[in-house]
């Protein structure tokens, strides 16, 4: 039935991306008394404003407006679940970088020269900069969580073997190509449109009107497409979007307000960087008994989604591996630095560096092979299928696709070959790994899975499709528009979908959490079918058949033998004086969880997948290369391969980058001295091995998602911790001790690990 | 300069332009989405390190049209005259250009906003010289950032539109283009724009002159530092003169054991030469920033801005490299590393300003490598970069010369590392003295790209890989 669903249909976009006509938020038509908009940032980590004057910058050339905290008509705060992020600094400041006043001026020269005139006294204070001076003075965002299955202390007592440890990893910045931007119009009756580069706009509407004083009503948020997001443009396209929304209230006038590079990536959040402690209780071959994780996360200056993030990273602890007895305890850091946000896997991610950490220290430990120490703690049959906060692992494939796996990749042969590569090479050294992914998908805050569809079919037989889910890259309308088109039999090219708006489908979601197809799919399939089913009324009628029978293909209506075009059967319906529009309405199934004990069901189910490494470094200088990839990923039924292979390749890329090159910086005064592509390096085409071999696991999602489908947004990123764990095994051949890597592992990183592991040897050899 | 013209002549395109009066300090950038409400060039970093603003210009060269990629945001508007300025928009005609097809067939776009930058790169390799392998994609999209796909997909759609010589409008085009511009107005720029001034001579005399008689102007060559000045520190450069006019400055010859490198090359052209000197100095250039980068920057630039990271001087100190310097009429010479003083503070006297650069060409059994150790490997400032030239005769080290940058606050040479080789036996505790004489020759810093422990750690370790890569 599916003529279009599952095939590798081009983003519907491509051709106006590769001729540049795609319109991103800067390439707007300006309209006419466009005022621009520069936002003054703070000088210092933390400090209190003992004295503010903006007169200079009111009153330089070609300023229209100034505004400061004082000067917000309504709430002062974007914070997306709580408060906590004010626009402006109302007094106290709490990070380099943070938004003390904002000028629209007639050009964006003439803004932030005029912002350099500002007077302001600051009061220093001391700041706390990192997640250990935060443990240290108990600082923190948000109560400490703790998610507990049996009796870990008894457990960890009992175990014949014990390892306990700490590992630290990074943060990162998401580094869309395309930074934040909003252009606010002010229309009649104080009502305001923003266009905005969001992945979130009913929050960006609600924001607006609050910050303004306007009811929701009064406020329209519009995207079309943003040049990447990644989750920076979850939360973080507010604070944006509601400063130009608030100066073109004052002025009446429209703001574009749009961040250089430098600005945005000090200005807004990131992924959140860890601290993990561990302690494992495992038997002689590697099978764990009890577990204890004590996570603690530099969330910044205020919560923002830290929340949900860190009880995301709970809830991946586990990744693939029954934890039998276990104590996940959570720490939400407070730090005087940018407030630190969604990113891609949203805390997933760092659960999983952990747990796969302790992996690999536990078959170094023992000396035993990674990978097989890794199956022997995967999830199995019942009782080992139920995850630490207590829900069943249904579809739990993670066995047989990782098997497969490490026969495609040749696994044991290349694990032979990197042994007898380094016992004949002094200086070059490989490592290779295999990690598992396993990730669970639905938002854990259970009201957010839910998605609305606005579908509308002319006369002439084109349909126009929008939906609550915002495109960013990952080619979601393209999938959508995918599943309408086969509801009416339609080719693609009949369907098309328009810029995301408040106005057509109210109290969106955040396209986050890899929902967006999942969510805005049903909903536009239920909107579709329900015109279809109009139209089929019509054709039973017609063709004088029940409209069980009628079928929708290619164009035309079909019955009992007879057919009509779509177009006829349209305009049928139409002189019938049937409504040829309809809304569509979706909310996940199945979810039950308990905020208060952590436990229950808080995902409708898991995406997995695997992936081999294979790394060469140099150890005098710890450079080293990517040299191959093999991945196997589960898609569930693939609505568009190419598009999910994208996604798969993309995700990865970017994981790999979190854990290798990507390094955030900080200066001892709490400034992020790497704020430009300049010093912040993510993957370049380079990075990338030339044998990277991306394979689908065909496997049907047990649960009815739309064409038994699987969300591919973030699952594929964490597959990237493969080469951390590569990069672990090639260290691990030179020296003996720990391997005390971190992530991410920078060159620098690696020649330290090697140097210390270097340093063992001698000492043994003094010992001797 | 008496006749020189105050206005910036160039094909947008196919079509003829002007521009008179504008700010000689504007980028293309700004110009092409600003002014000629051109959007599909992209703004990503406006400091040329992800690409999404990278145009083609093409300019007459021999016979032909030679088509370069360019960072438009590192491009001050005058950088323009007398080219062809080509922007995706330009490449559609009837249908999709080749290598839009491609990137569409290949699903080689996701968000988009880096495509039109990666469409110029492929473009402009595809009308200059095959792409036969991954290494060679690498190498043409390393300064092409992408956040969405991976690269895979770019990758193999490079590979298949950029083998063989693209067919296009452009390459029909080619004897009216040529043509064209040719009746394009010449000769030197004086352009005004209030109280701002910007020259462009056309010759070393002429040059020579501006220089002294403005010595606090800016002297202007690839622009890839100089217009970070105006657009990331936003400061106001009221007087510039820039090079690129100037014949004398782009030449590059060989005379009497010594390559003569003058100060306007850039990187591209220059390459070529040093690979065939020494490969390890064409897999330097290689990296030094991006095809974009090398296509603007200068080896006069990257010696005459005094940064303690610029890829350049260590090897050339290792090489033995001296400097002709110039002011008015007035030559002088010295070694490379007597150029660099303290942090960013050069021997250049007022009104003087580099000439060219003299390599003497490697003696026969010298063994010269370059090291350069950075986070990433493409398109990254070096942590440490470490360049060693060593002659051994009959086992025992006859010369030697060591030189790095990122270890002090200007690149230098390493005497008591060298002290600690001259003169002995080449063996693995001679290297070992070396390595510890390191220590004395330099105290490096820490900083967002590298440890003071990992630098002296690295600089170190490059003296043992050098022996170990040279031990017989």
Redesign the interface.
């Known amino acids: 039935m599916s003529a279009v669903v599952g095939t590798s249909a081009v983003h519907d976009s491509a051709h106006l991306h590769v001729c540049g006509t795609a319109r991103y938020l800067d390439d707007l038509p300006e309209p006419a008394g466009l005022l621009h908009a520069f936002i003054a940032l703070s000088p210092h980590a933390h400090a209190r404003i003992s004295a503010m004057d903006l007169s200079a910058v009111a009153t330089a050339p070609g300023v229209v407006a100034v505004m400061a905290a004082a000067d917000v008509p309504g709430v002062n705060d974007v914070g997306p679940a709580m408060p906590g992020d004010p626009i402006f600094a109302p007094g106290l400041v709490e990070y380099h970088g943070q938004s003390i006043f904002a000028v629209a001026a007639g050009s964006i020269g003439a803004a932030r020269r005029a912002a350099a005139l500002a007077k302001i006294e600051y009061e220093l204070l001391q700041p706390i900069l990192t997640i250990d001076d935060a443990m240290a003075q108990q600082a923190f965002v948000l109560p400490s969580k703790t998610l507990r299955r049996g009796n870990p202390e008894a457990a960890l007592a009992a175990a014949p073997h014990r390892l306990s440890g700490r590992l630290a990893m990074g943060g990162q910045e998401h580094f869309y190509l395309e930074g934040q931007a909003a252009l606010a119009v002010p229309g009649e009756d104080g009502d305001i449109v923003v266009h905005g580069s969001t992945q979130h706009p009913t929050e960006v509407q609600h924001l607006t009107a609050r910050a303004l004083g306007l009811s929701d009503h009064a406020v329209v948020c519009q995207t079309r497409r943003m040049g990447g997001a990644f989750g920076g443009k979850e939360s973080q396209a507010s604070l944006v979007a509601v400063i130009a929304a608030l100066l073109a209230q004052r002025t009446g006038r429209p703001v574009k307000l749009r961040l250089d590079r430098d600005d945005d990536m000090i200005l807004t959040g990131k992924r959140h960087d860890f601290r993990v402690l561990y302690d494992v209780g495992f038997d002689g071959e590697g099978v764990v008994s009890a577990i204890s994780f004590d996570f603690a996360s530099r969330c910044g200056m205020s919560p923002d989604l830290s929340a949900a993030i860190n009880d995301r990273a709970m809830f991946h602890a586990d990744n693939a591996y029954f934890l039998e007895h276990a104590l996940i305890v959570s720490h939400r850091c407070k730090t005087h630095t940018v407030s630190n946000t969604a990113f891609r896997g949203f805390g997933g991610p760092q659960g999983m560096v952990a747990i796969e950490h302790v992996m690999d220290a536990i078959a170094r430990h023992l000396d035993l092979e990674p990978l097989l120490v890794r199956q022997r703690n995967f999830y199995g049959a019942a009782p080992r299928n139920v995850t630490p906060y207590g829900m069943r692992v249904e579809d739990n494939i993670t066995s047989a696709l990782v098997a497969k796996l490490a026969e495609t990749a040749d696994y044991a042969t290349r694990r032979a070959d990197v042994s007898a590569f380094n016992a004949a090479h002094l200086w070059r050294k490989r490592g290779i790994a295999l990690t598992p992914v396993k990730f669970g998908i639905s938002f854990t805050l259970t009201q957010m899975n839910q998605a609305g569809a606005l579908v509308h079919v002319y006369t002439d037989g084109s349909v126009l499709l929008n939906h609550g889910g915002t495109e960013m890259g990952q080619g979601l309308n393209t999938k959508v528009a995918m599943i309408v088109a086969d509801v009416f039999g339609l080719s693609l090219a009949r369907v098309k979908i328009t810029a995301t708006t408040t106005e057509k489908v109210p109290n969106t979601s955040p396209t986050a959490a890899s929902s967006g197809s999942d969510l805005n799919g049903r909903a536009a399939q239920v909107a579709a079918e329900t015109i279809r089913d109009r139209l089929a009324g019509v054709a039973s009628a017609d063709f004088g058949v029940p409209a069980e029978q009628i079928r929708f293909m290619d164009g035309l209506v079909s019955g009992g033998g007879k057919s009509q075009s779509f177009v006829e059967i349209v305009r049928s319906a139409y002189r019938q004086r049937l409504s040829l529009s309809s809304t569509g309405f979706y909310r996940t199934p199945g979810l039950a969880y308990d905020a208060e004990t952590m436990t229950g069901r808080p995902f409708f189910y898991f995406a997995y997948g695997a992936a081999v490494s294979e790394v060469e470094i140099d150890t005098l200088t710890g450079e080293y290369r990517l040299t191959r990839v093999d991945i196997l990923h589960d898609c569930g039924r693939s609505l568009n391969p190419a598009i999910d292979i994208g996604q798969i390749e993309g995700g990865f890329v970017q994981g790999a980058g979190w854990l290798t090159t990507e390094e955030l910086w900080w200066d001892e005064r709490g400034r992020l001295r790497t704020h430009a592509p300049s010093t912040y390096k993510i993957p370049a085409c380079g990075d990338v091995p030339a044998d990277f071999r991306v394979a689908l696991y065909h496997n049907e999602n047990v649960e009815e998602t739309v064409h038994r489908a699987k969300a591919v947004g973030e699952p594929p990123l964490m597959l990237a911790i493969s080469v951390l764990h590569a990069l672990r095994d090639a260290v691990a051949s030179v020296g003996s001790g720990p391997v005390a890597l971190d992530a991410p592992a920078t060159p620098e990183r690696v020649l330290m690990a090697i140097e210390s592991r270097r340093s063992q040897v001698a000492l043994a050899e003094a010992a001797e | 300069m008496t006749d020189a013209r105050d206005s910036v002549s160039f094909l947008l395109g196919h079509a003829p332009r002007e521009i008179r009066g504008a700010d000689p300090t504007m980028t293309v950038l700004e110009w092409l989405?600003g002014k000629a409400g051109?959007?599909?060039?992209?703004?990503?970093?406006?400091?040329g390190?992800?690409g999404?603003c990278t145009v083609v210009l093409a300019e007459t060269v021999g016979a032909g049209l030679r088509y370069r990629a360019m960072n438009a945001c590192i491009l001050f508007l005058p950088a323009l005259d007398g080219k062809q300025l080509i922007?995706?928009?330009h490449?559609?005609e009837r249908a999709?250009h080749p290598?839009?097809?491609a990137?569409?067939?290949y699903?080689a776009?996701?968000?988009?906003?880096?495509?039109?930058g990666f469409?110029m790169a492929m473009f402009a390799a595809a009308h200059t010289a095959p792409v036969v392998d991954?290494g060679a994609?690498?190498?043409l999209?390393?300064g092409?950032?992408?956040?969405?796909?991976?690269?895979?997909?770019?990758?193999d759609a490079t590979l298949d539109v950029c083998a063989a010589p693209v067919d296009d409008q452009f390459t029909e085009a080619e004897a009216t283009t040529l043509a064209v511009l040719a009746a394009l107005p010449k000769g030197p720029l004086a352009l005004r724009h209030g109280g701002r001034r910007f020259w462009a001579p056309d010759s070393l005399a002429t040059l020579a002159a501006l220089v002294e008689a403005y010595p606090e102007a800016v002297i202007l060559a690839g622009g890839t530092d100089v217009v970070l000045w105006v657009t990331?520190q936003?400061r106001e450069l009221d007087a510039v003169i820039a090079i690129g006019g100037v014949a004398e400055l782009r030449e590059l010859t060989t005379d009497g054991g010594v390559l003569r490198i003058g100060a306007g090359v850039c990187y591209t052209d220059a390459m070529a030469v040093l690979a065939g000197l020494h490969p390890a100095l064409g897999e330097l250039v290689r990296r030094i920033g991006s095809v974009q980068v090398r296509n603007s920057g200068t080896i006069g630039g990257n010696i005459a801005n005094g940064s303690p990271i610029g890829d350049m001087p260590p090897a050339l100190m290792a090489l033995g490299a001296r400097l002709v310097l110039r002011r008015g009429v007035v030559t002088r010479e010295l070694p490379i590393e007597d150029f660099f003083l303290a942090y960013r503070h050069t021997a250049l006297a007022p009104g003087e300003f580099i000439e060219r650069m003299d390599i003497p060409i490697l003696l026969e059994g010298a063994v010269l490598a370059v090291?350069k150790?950075?986070?990433?490997?493409?398109?990254?400032?070096s942590?440490v970069c470490g360049a060693f030239m060593v002659v051994i005769a009959d086992g025992w080290v006859a010369d030697i010369r060591i030189a790095y940058g990122g270890m002090a606050g200007v690149p230098a040479r390493a005497p008591a590392a060298e002290q600690a080789l001259l003169g002995r036996p080449w063996n693995e505790a001679t290297i070992r003295g070396a390595m510890a004489a390191i220590e004395e020759d330099f105290s490096p810093l820490s900083?967002?790209?590298?440890?003071a422990?990992?630098r002296a750690?690295?600089a170190r370790?490059?003296l043992?890989?050098l022996y170990?890569d040279h031990a017989a």
């Open positions: 989405r051109l959007c599909g060039t992209k703004e990503g970093c406006a400091e390190d992800c999404a922007t995706v928009e490449l559609a999709l290598v839009q097809q990137m569409v067939t699903h776009s996701q968000c988009g906003f880096c495509t039109p469409v991954r994609v690498d190498t999209l390393a092409n950032l992408c956040r969405c796909t991976g690269y895979r997909s770019i990758a990331k936003f090291n150790v950075s986070k990433r490997p493409d398109q990254d400032i942590a900083d967002m790209r590298a440890s422990a990992y750690t690295v370790n490059l043992l890989k170990l």
